[in-house]
């Protein structure tokens, strides 16, 4: 069987991303959601991807990233399954990376199946900072990284879509990719080392 064909889509613009362009400080925005504009970026990434054969998408917990993921490919010509998982979630440096109990985000995503999300998903060992965020160490998350790759080996679809996140894919792919970029992708590219 011939590797699979893997896109790597980050989220819509959130309303996280809006406030911290315009002073680069942290606003306090817990799994901050996309914004109007992000919501039309997912509209044109929809459009672009329509006639690409998509068999399942992957997609984390971040409220963001599974508006984006529902946005493309919910109505989708290919009807790919979408899988939430958390190994590529975002490295947890701000507000916006630290997520939801299951429960609250299965009252707001009712056609995704959440359950099998423990009640803490996201990085939660060591000492808060002063904003009380419990920042991921790079390594962990390249480790993280790591483990994804090798469970995204295993995988049998043809084509797989992949919905996450700056930092991540960044450390993945070598690539910054701007709000809802489609890249294609690899797991022979060589990878973003940590002190990078």
Same mark, same amino acid.
């Given at each position: ?16 991303? +809006?406030?911290? +362009?315009?002073?680069?400080?942290? &606003? ?47 109505? $989708? ?10 190994? $590529? ?12 109990? &299951? ?6 995503? &009712?056609?995704?199946?959440?359950? $099998? ?5 996201? $990085? ?40 996450g996140h700056g930092t991540f894919f960044h450390h ?25």
């Open positions: 069987m011939s590797d699979p064909r893997i896109l790597c889509i980050r989220h819509g613009e959130s309303t996280f991303n +809006a406030a911290y +362009a315009n002073d680069g400080v942290d &606003p306090m925005l817990f799994d901050a959601p996309l914004t109007e504009r992000g919501h039309a970026q997912v509209e044109a990434a929809r459009l672009q991807l329509r006639d690409t054969p998509v068999d399942v998408v992957l997609t984390t917990p971040l409220t963001r990233a599974m508006q984006t993921s529902l946005g493309i490919f919910g109505q $989708h010509p290919s009807r790919p399954a979408i899988i939430v998982e958390t190994l $590529h979630r975002e490295r947890l440096e701000s507000s916006c990376d630290q997520g939801r109990s &299951p429960d609250l985000l299965m009252a707001e995503f &009712p056609t995704l199946t959440l359950d $099998h999300l423990p009640a803490t998903w996201w $990085h939660a060992e060591g000492e808060p900072d002063g904003r009380g965020i419990t920042v991921e160490p790079l390594e962990v998350m390249m480790a993280r990284m790591e483990q994804f790759v090798t469970a995204l080996k295993t995988r049998q679809e043809a084509t797989i879509a992949l919905v993945l792919t070598g690539r910054w990719l701007a709000n809802c970029e489609v890249m294609e992708w690899h797991w022979d590219h060589p990878r973003v080392p940590a002190g990078d």
